[in-house]
């Protein structure tokens, strides 16, 4: 059953695509060592990897080979080559409370999940910057930051794109 959220995204980016199959999460939940919150999971369901209004880049499970997967962002923010002064004050995956990489920008602006409970769906949503400038926290669910940074109401600065950029949807091609 799709979440009224979900829903109301796929209205305002015209998205009337059926489900094709459903997802296992079981390995990507084993690879992480955690489970994934379920409005990313309803998402991934819904429309699977692709980039809404030109700007906002959501993964799919997959594995550390699979381009846009949830695992391979993780993999590739736990590389030592990342700098843990670009994490600071927060540590990567595998580390405990280690933050996952869920999704990005077309400015290279990065989300991560902070798993601070038992409970992934109340985790909430950290931004880095693409100058590592800063960060910022959204304590909301994923497909309330992706219908925020893509409506026109907007609401979670300065991610926002709905009043400069019509609401799309636009798939990876498999």
């Known amino acids: 059953m799709t979440s009224a959220l979900v829903r109301e995204i796929a209205d305002l980016v015209g998205w009337d695509r059926a489900r094709t199959a459903d997802i296992d999460w079981a390995p ?3 690879t992480l060592g955690l489970r994934i919150p379920g409005s990313f999971k309803e998402i991934a369901e819904v429309f699977g990897p692709g980039e809404f ?3 906002l880049f959501v993964s799919g499970p997959g594995d550390e080979h699979a381009s846009e997967s949830l695992v391979r962002e993780v993999a590739l923010w736990s590389e030592p080559t990342i700098s843990a002064d ?3 004050p927060y540590l990567p995956r595998p580390a405990a409370g280690g933050l996952v990489a869920w999704g990005r920008t077309c400015q290279a602006d990065t989300f991560f999940w902070l798993p ?3 409970d992934p769906d109340s985790w909430p949503i950290l931004a880095l910057e693409e100058d590592f400038a800063g960060w910022h926290r959204f304590d909301m669910t ?3 930051f ?3 940074v893509i409506g026109p109401s907007g609401g979670v600065h300065p991610f926002s794109v709905g009043d400069i950029v019509p609401p799309s949807f636009q798939p990876l091609d498999r």
């Open 28 to 30: 990507a939940e084993q």
């Open 53 to 55: 209004s030109q700007y």
């Open 86 to 88: 670009v994490m600071r």
């Open 116 to 118: 601070d409970s038992d």
């Open 142 to 144: 994923v497909s309330e």
């Open 146 to 148: 992706i219908l925020k």
